[in-house]
């Protein structure tokens, strides 16, 4: 679903990341560890289409997007949340989902807008339902007429979660997913991950949470990949213990 080929981004004379390649199958958890300034967030940002690698290749479900941009690949599936929740403050939780799935459009033009006709209500109604239950399997549905920008962090986080999936994505990228969740809620998103039909990568400083939720483990270290494996390997694993575990 992801392959990543020999990818390198260069700023000026720094190498943010040096020759990482990484191949995550279908309905694989990938997570990625290693220190800060590791490139954990560059190489999101180049899967993702926010930047473009120096050198090597980007494909996702096997068609190759490396020249592409972020609303490509949104389009084949791909989904992504952020370090910093990103959501619109000003609009209600529901709202931050139900957008979401506007870019599928709402059927009839222009005229079904204007005069509201029954197939454009029942669109609005299934939409309505599918948001309704995305918030509720990431327990947010009680919180579905707040504004987003009066929650905390971690609440805004389970939003932009809610966000990411009811739309089923095939390819979900979360970066720094459980940073401002407390336990409970740590403990939910990883239930909301093991359940979905997508495949997955995240970036997490939270090793316990990586070990316990990923299939498989790649370790960045100054911008190379320094281990990949089974999160047990991982554990045992010299370099990375000296690098990142301690």
Known sequence: MIEIDDVSVRFGGVHALTGVSLAVPEGGVCGVIGPNGAGKTTLFDVVTGLRRPTAGSIRLRGVDVTSTGAVHRARLGLRRTFQRPQVFGRLTVLDNVLAALEWHGGGGGLA???????????LEAARRDRALAALDRCGIADLRDAHAADLPIGRRRMVELARAIVDDPAVLLLDEPTSGLDADQSALFAEVIASLDATVLLVEHDVGFVMTTCDRVVVLDLGEVIAD???DDIRRNPRVRTA???
Do not use: S, T
């Open 244 to 246: 990142y575990l301690g």
């Open 229 to 231: 494996g089974p999160p």
């Open 112 to 122: 079904a807008d204007l005069v509201g006709g029954r197939a454009r209500r029942r």
